[in-house]
DNA sequence: CATGAATGAGGTTTCATTCAT
DNA sequence: TATGAATGAAACCTCATTCAT
């Protein structure tokens, strides 16, 4: 159910083609500086719109900011997507399909770095509706982490007392990433980070001989 | 080096409650509105000063910034001492040693939950400096894990490639517990959040027989 | 090198407008009341602005009193420019020359009295980067005025000591008319002033028979 | 008729030893800050008192205006008792009588340049009653200027149109030593002015042969 | 006689949104 | 459909003065 944005055109595909380059100058903005410390008039000048034809397009500054949180959802909701047709049926091996999705996730989560960062910084100041929006796309994530868990040990693969929290931590984990640059930038890439939090992972669940 | 904050009185002792004072109902608004939305009208009228008096010990908003994070650092800089003093030592083997240590850093940071939150949610917005002053404690945590985590290497009880991640997930897996209340809330307690990580990390650093 | 001042508008021809009304309205204001007792908001109430729009033209209060003096300082550097193109050369004899200089000089300065009162009673509070500003135009005045004198020294009609003393005695006293108008005004027409104050000057440097 | 300036005290010796403590830290501020920008905890704090005490002594921050100008001018009070006592009759030749006179005033008035200079700057934002106040003494200097110009002018030694005007100027140019220190500072030293002033104006009075 | 803690009205500046052209 | 000039509420901080002790 997206957001109900008030817009004085009626031609729909122009309303839509304007609103992606509001929203992808808006990201860029909101990112670098904030949202409350980005102007309207910013975003305007750095979509080459007045302040009067972005208005047009868009009911309020918290419109814009509806709509880059749900443009950087898509790639979370591309991983889903695919893990769900891929990796949740019975034809992989648990370990392997929880490696494989983990990778995914980390790799999409790396994608829309700037995002996620932005989330966690300004997502206090989220009214409770984008906040919920925001946690929907996650909370899908982690069900299907957990679901691969689940599954992994009713294998036997895995030995995990509690399943939420190890897929809370995965999840977690990704975003520090992005999150936490100013530890990991000058100390690893972004492949050794993969690698070592996948091999922790899995040797903190894996059922012992 | 604690900042220099401005004051119109000389009476050391009344500045110091005060100040104490308008920290802790700062604080507490500043986390649940965000510094930006809490006015210092407000401070004022939550602990009971005009803002005539509240200006005699304080010489900006910003300051009062300052204060809260000195504040709220105050416990984790115990557990820096207390951990140096008890656990850095060769007397406690060393996965004792680590299990409570960061049973205590748990502990700690749950105590300052709020705190740690709201710089999760703030620090983007703070200047250099402040944000220095958070990181640099947090980082003495990081460190003094990375010694923990060394020592049982030598020592051949764990098992690590990389110890800077594991020190980092250590300390923000305790986070995410004040961080991310809204998933853990109604599914755990903190104590078996603390002991369930305590287990998954062990697991995951552990030397195999 | 005009100060820069922040405007939000891209209209230079409107942004000139404008701030030609601001300034006019804020010179009143400021001579009237005195800079720090006229409030920005009178200033825009007399100029029929909003304070928002106000602030569209011109980025603080401090411009306002830069443009206020840069205005008024505009008649003075007609001055100069027309005496260094008239009364420079040596066409003209020294004492004509100076006559005519001096006689402009006080009608230019009588043009913007209230400007140069204002600088008298004003100038100790400007930052050090104005009061060189306003400094600036006046000392090329006591220039003009050196060159010609020397110019008579050299001819053998006047005999001076210290040129740069009756130089700043000529500005000071141009001055006055617009600073000590309280004395002057039920006294004397701006005339009389002027074609006295040049009689005792020639007397007091003419060379003796 | 002083201003009436409220006490608390009824100790008359204590109110005046306070009150001369008072003006002459207050002195110093104004004159170094302003008036405006010199806070009456600064002066209580210059002189040694609490606030509280100050405001036994004074009525309010304007009083200790009228305490500062009404000190400075006691040096001025004098120069005219001096001269009426000695330079007024006829037992000295007009012309030796102004130029100890002028000198005298120059002299006077440089020991007191600084409440000078901070008249010039702040008596715009004096009260009607201040302002007049600060000119009467001026005006009495002035006018004892003119009874010596007079004199000349019916012995025949000076020849003058417009006697004010003349007066007038002495008075100004003594103030300009203060006024425009930034201009003289370097150039001169105080006796050079003092006697090239006086010289420039016998010359502009004399009668000629 | 002395103290200094408390008060609170008042001025500058920001920036999302509207609406006439 | 596009423009951008105009609006004005809202928030920080200052500092003279009072009054209880």
């Not at 994530?141 to 693969?157: F, N, S, V, Y």
Request: glycine fraction near 6%; charged fraction near 25%; proline fraction near 2%.
């Amino acid at each position: 159910m997206p957001r109900k944005i008030r817009s004085f055109s009626s031609n729909q595909k122009l309303i839509a083609v304007r609103r992606k380059q509001i929203a992808k100058s808006a990201a860029k903005l909101f990112v670098k500086q904030g949202y409350d410390k980005t102007w309207v008039r910013e975003i305007g000048a750095a979509c080459g719109m007045s302040m009067g034809t972005l208005y047009h397009y868009v009911g309020s500054k918290k419109d814009i900011l509806y709509m880059v949180i749900d443009q950087g959802m898509i790639p979370l909701q591309g991983f889903i997507d695919k893990v769900t047709a891929n990796y949740l049926g019975d034809s992989i091996s648990p370990a392997k399909a929880l490696e494989s999705t983990v990778k995914l996730l980390y790799q999409t989560i790396e994608q829309i770095e700037d995002i996620i960062a932005f989330i966690y910084f300004e997502s206090k100041h989220f009214e409770k509706d984008l906040a919920k929006r925001a946690g929907q796309t996650e909370m899908q994530c982690i069900d299907i982490l957990e679901q691969l868990l689940a599954r992994g040990c009713k294998t036997g693969e895995f030995k995990i007392v509690e399943i939420p929290i190890v897929a809370h931590n995965i999840v977690v984990l990704a975003h520090m990433w992005s999150v936490r640059k100013w530890f990991f930038k000058n100390r690893y890439t972004f492949d050794v980070y993969l690698k070592e939090q996948i091999r922790l992972l899995i040797k903190s669940i894996k059922a012992e001989a």
